[in-house]
């Protein structure tokens, strides 16, 4: 069936998969000791939370592969990788015997069904747009419940950045975003080295220089434990009062309530690392630092030129058009239980190893500031004070406490109304992942770009940055009922890296 897109469906029945029941069934599922193993484990809260109507929240992992997409190797690679993890081959089913409760359930796994291969016309016209309008659909359904909750779909399109495609959509429920995009590095191999795992660079700890007057070294201790003290009671005083009434301020990136029902165009831009580096040095910051600073510029930028009347000229794009004050906030979902590292994982794939996993999700709010500066790099420096300051803060802890504590005493409805209530209260999601540093290849496939994102959350603005070896990629995943020109919305955070950058080297502070 030729869709008016310029590609064909292949139909399929659907055939129903059945989980193991009966004696042997159950034996398999028990251990010795007749406990139920993880096959039969009870869903987290965080992963039944992601099965609330209002909360229906998918990840989508875009793959750019710089040669053509083979399926059949895929598909014969995911059965020793990928669905050797019990989350990627049980399904999520009632529990009987606990009624409203939801438990994982181990069954097979017919890959025809997740393993999407669209026949596409290989002399179609612009085959970006059409990869972009091919996301912006695929957001507009959800998987089938009578199997795992994830799929991919293997496009043989030649795109400005790529020879093929790879679009993984896992449904939130089973794992924290940090933690899936390990698990999908962990089933990839160094291209130089294809029994190598890839390389992901490790924050280190800087070390403190110990001062030998130890009276003033237990006096900053004591104040430092003093100030992580009181930044988690104010943390936690602006969570408890966002959730009541304390809502950002109206502005051109914040959706109508119920966007999180919209469909979403997926966006993404590229930028040179090394361009990020040289500013992460030259200011003695971090790459998150800068990450957060280059897209503070740009959204100020992009904002300021709609109160402006979308003028584009140089002299309406420098003029402050802006508001006095403006309240905008990203809501960060952070994973409190320790992720596994991609070596784990593999291991845990491989050899049947155990490894940790889990949806146990926290909230951080993160301020941005939204301004017109005269000097480019105030942007960082705004961001690196936020960001230390959030570093010193149980924040995370505390709100996934708090969640917690509301869904045992009052159950998953009103847990998943105080999540609601958080995020739709806010403007938009940020992340930034850190990626391999060295070319990877996806089961012999060599990679070009990661492009990770989501949809289904209550914010009609997210934004992703991704590095992998000497790039970063800037992902959008936007309602365009809200914000119709996500393009340019991505240049303006490109373009505001580089006045960043060029006032960095004109002061000579490289």
């Known amino acids: 069936m030729e869709s008016r897109n310029g590609f064909r469906w292949r139909k399929q029945g659907l055939k129903p998969i059945e989980t193991k029941t009966g004696s042997k069934g159950e034996e398999e599922n028990k251990s010795s000791s007749g406990q139920r193993t993880a096959e039969e484990e009870p869903l987290s809260p965080s992963a039944r939370l992601f099965h609330e109507p209002n909360f229906n929240v998918y990840i989508i992992a875009t793959l750019g592969c710089k040669t053509r997409i083979y399926p059949d190797v895929v598909k014969a690679n995911l059965g020793h990788t990928l669905l050797k993890h019990p989350r990627f081959s049980s399904l999520q089913v009632e529990d009987e015997d606990n009624k409203g409760e939801m438990k994982w359930v181990r069954t097979e796994v017919d890959l025809e069904r997740h393993v999407v291969v669209p026949d596409l016309d290989p002399n179609m016209d612009l085959p970006d747009k059409f990869l972009e309008?091919?996301?912006?659909?695929l957001s507009k359904t959800t998987i089938d419940k009578s199997q795992p909750l994830w799929d991919l779909h293997l496009l043989n399109l030649r795109t400005s950045q790529s020879e093929a495609v790879g679009v993984f959509r896992i449904h939130h429920s089973l794992g924290d975003g940090t933690s899936l995009m390990s698990l999908l590095l962990a089933c990839t191999r160094q291209m130089n080295d294809p029994l190598a795992l890839p390389t992901i660079p490790i924050r280190k700890k800087q070390e403190r220089k110990n001062d030998r007057r130890g009276f003033w070294r237990i006096m900053f201790m004591l104040c430092s434990v003093f100030q992580v003290f009181w930044n988690s009671v104010v943390d936690v005083f602006m969570f408890m009062a966002t959730a009541l009434l304390l809502k950002d301020t109206e502005n051109p990136f914040k959706g109508l309530p119920g966007v999180e029902f919209t469909p979403r165009r997926i966006v993404y831009g590229t930028v040179s690392l090394d361009d990020i580096k040289l500013v992460k040095n030259a200011m003695n910051t971090t790459v998150n630092d800068v990450a957060l600073g280059i897209t503070q510029a740009g959204l100020s930028r992009y904002i300021n030129r709609i109160y402006g009347g979308n003028k584009n000229d140089g002299a309406a794009i420098e003029m402050d058009n802006l508001p006095k004050s403006i309240r905008l906030r990203s809501t960060l979902l952070v994973n409190i239980r320790p992720s596994a590292g991609i070596q784990a994982l593999a291991d845990m794939m491989e050899k049947d190893a155990e490894a940790k996993w889990g949806n146990w999700i926290g909230y951080v709010l993160l301020p941005f500031t939204i301004?017109?500066?005269?000097?480019?790099?105030?942007?960082?420096?705004?961001?690196?004070?936020?960001?230390?300051?959030?570093?010193?803060?149980?924040?995370?802890?505390?709100?996934?406490?708090?969640?917690?504590?509301?869904?045992?005493?009052?159950?998953?409805?009103?847990?998943?109304?105080?999540?609601?209530?958080?995020?739709?209260?806010?403007?938009?999601?940020?992340?930034?992942?850190?990626?391999?540093?060295?070319?990877?290849?996806?089961?012999?496939?060599?990679?070009?770009?990661?492009?990770?994102s989501s949809y289904g959350q209550p914010h009609a603005l997210m934004i992703n940055f991704q590095s992998y070896i000497d790039k970063m990629t800037i992902v959008l995943s936007v309602d365009e009922g809200t914000i119709p020109n996500p393009h340019q919305l991505c240049d303006d955070i490109v373009e505001s890296l580089g006045l960043i950058k060029d006032a960095v080297v004109t002061r000579g502070l490289v």
């Open 133 to 137: 309008d091919y996301i912006y659909n």
């Open 371 to 452: 301004a017109i500066r005269d000097d480019p790099l105030d942007y960082v420096r705004d961001a690196k004070a936020t960001i230390d300051r959030k570093k010193r803060s149980l924040e995370a802890i505390y709100t996934f406490s708090i969640a917690e504590l509301v869904l045992k005493l009052f159950g998953v409805k009103a847990a998943s109304a105080l999540s609601h209530r958080i995020m739709s209260h806010t403007t938009m999601c940020f992340s930034n992942l850190v990626g391999p540093l060295e070319e990877i290849g996806f089961y012999g496939h060599p990679i070009a770009f990661l492009a990770p």
